[in-house]
């Protein structure tokens, strides 16, 4: 079954129209978990979070990247950088500030080695990464806004 | 014999989401934790996006490439 692995910026943006059946289906990623909670310095926050977590882990949809998606997402940056040829569209812009997508690439590559599927409000990077790696990226407008 | 009044934490008298949704049984209970951890974090998040705590990091974002 593929799942939705919501962006952060989706949290922050759609938490108020999130639906108990959005929720349900969701994975989380470890590194929407640490972008939330950086800025954490309350304890009561910090045990909402960890109580959080814990359920995403107990239902085996709490995606951390493992070596081989640091190997991976190390290849994706740097093929972005130096703009080598992307699996469907030749040669690509070079991009020396790729490394700033690291995290994106990160959420991208454990979704995809799950078969799940991003959800952004941040398209735009995105399908630069999606050009080198098949990973499905649905818009946050688009997937908040459709019934299914 | 003295009635037992049962307090609900609700302000509009409703039943908690997760208990009418196990009612349904719709979800596990893992499921239904799931449920109920996210809907604190929501919460969480809506008082941190008031306090401006993610201005930086959206901003940041928007503007990485």
């Known amino acids: 079954m593929s799942r939705p692995v919501f962006d952060m910026n989706v949290f922050i943006e759609y938490e108020s129209i999130m639906t108990e059946k959005d929720i349900s289906k969701t994975a989380l990623s470890a590194v929407v978990l640490y972008e939330l909670t950086a800025t954490t310095i309350d304890k009561s926050r910090w045990q909402k979070y960890t109580a959080w977590r814990k359920a995403f882990t107990k239902l085996d949809r709490f995606l951390v990247p493992n070596s081989n998606d640091w190997w991976e997402s190390s290849k994706i940056v740097s093929r972005i950088r130096f703009g080598e040829k992307s699996v469907s569209k030749g040669k690509t812009p070079k991009l020396p500030d790729a490394q700033k997508l690291q995290n994106d690439i990160h959420i991208a590559r454990t979704a995809y080695a799950k078969k799940f599927f991003v959800v952004t409000s941040n398209l735009s990077d995105f399908r630069r990464i999606q050009q080198f790696l098949n990973v499905e990226i649905v818009s946050a407008e688009e997937y908040f806004n459709s019934d299914s | ?65």
Do not use: C
Request: proline share 2%; glycine share 4%; no cysteine.
């Open chain 2, 1 to 65: 014999m003295e009635k037992i009044q049962i307090k609900n934490d609700n302000k509009n008298g409703a039943k908690p989401i997760w208990e009418r949704l196990i009612e349904k049984g719709n979800y596990t209970e893992d499921e239904l934790e799931l449920i109920r951890t996210t809907r604190a974090v929501l919460k969480v998040i809506h008082k941190q996006k008031e306090e401006g705590v993610f201005d930086e990091i959206l901003n940041r974002e928007n503007s990485k490439i």
